[in-house]
């Protein structure tokens, strides 16, 4: 697959195998990955080869690239997931990248999208907002990375929600 999505300051691209190395170096922050469900910690290079592989595609996700630099994920599979690295945090490029893919996915799709955020990630919450999402309700949830239960706030965005954001 090579599309390729450009907004004014980012280029989201599929993963390729070389990406394998960066994604270890960035995901081997805790307090990066406390935040995701799934991710386990430390995070290895057949972690990352596995998620190149066999999830990066079905899950459609995207790497999120400044400046030819990865510095993130961003993905649109059974929900909206995404993470930047800590050095990149407070920028808007998550939002950025979260507005067009969302653009991606309205463009051909009439469907909601779901996404989420573990109840205290007030970064993650303003990003949905931002964009239009509504809380839809809670659900408990698992963090690989610290063997912890969280309270996941599920949110969903319509079209006539996104529509109405423009």
Known sequence: MTEVIKTQRLVLRRFRREDA????DLLNDLD???WLTVVPYPYDTDHAIDFINNIAGPSDAFAITLD???IGCISLGNQMGYWIEKGS???GYVTEAAQ???ARHFR???ED???GYHLGNERSKAVLSKIGFRPTGRRPA???SADEDVIIQEMALSRADWEAAQ
């Open 89 to 91: 945090w407070g920028h």
């Open 100 to 102: 067009a893919m969302t």
């Open 21 to 24: 190395s960066r994604l270890v």
């Open 68 to 70: 030819n630099n990865l």
């Open 113 to 115: 999208i779901d996404s």
């Open 108 to 110: 051909t799709d009439c």
């Open 142 to 144: 698992k963090v690989v």
């Open 32 to 34: 990066l990955v406390r």
